[in-house]
């Protein structure tokens, strides 16, 4: 996996976060899902799903700056490694990509079932299948599953 290990220690990664607008990433080949917390990581919400496409730099750039974040979370399948190797070629890319054009600290943390776990979210929420099945409301639960669980292993 390259570059996607986190290269800061419990207590870097506190100091990185502390007071900083957090921007979550549940990153696929087709589509990327966003989610943010406020400064204080009191509040989450799930924000948006971008296509994985060209422009998928550029348009993270303009979220980025239009929400006024301090912190990227990657959420990586951690659990999974035997994905098929383009997976991770195309996370190490977009990654590598990400730190050249924005210059923030960039955080990983393992996705474990964050899908998973988003269905059963929006399904406690009293979601609609019909909006549950859309892939792309799936995916910004799932940056937001993501934050959560970073936020309550790391905060406490």
Known sequence: MNNLNNKYSLNEIKQIISNKKIISIDFGLKRIGLATCDS??????????LSFDDDIIHNLAKIITNEKIGVILIGIPVWNQNLN???????NEFTSRLEE??????????????????MEYMVQLGKKRKDRQKKENLDKIAAAVILKSFLEEIEG
């Open 40 to 49: 204080m990581h009191i509040s989450l919400a799930p924000l948006a799903t």
């Open 85 to 91: 190797s383009d997976f991770f070629d195309n996370l």
């Open 101 to 118: 054009e924005i210059q923030l600290p960039i955080l990983f943390y393992d996705e474990a079932f964050s899908s998973k776990k988003g």
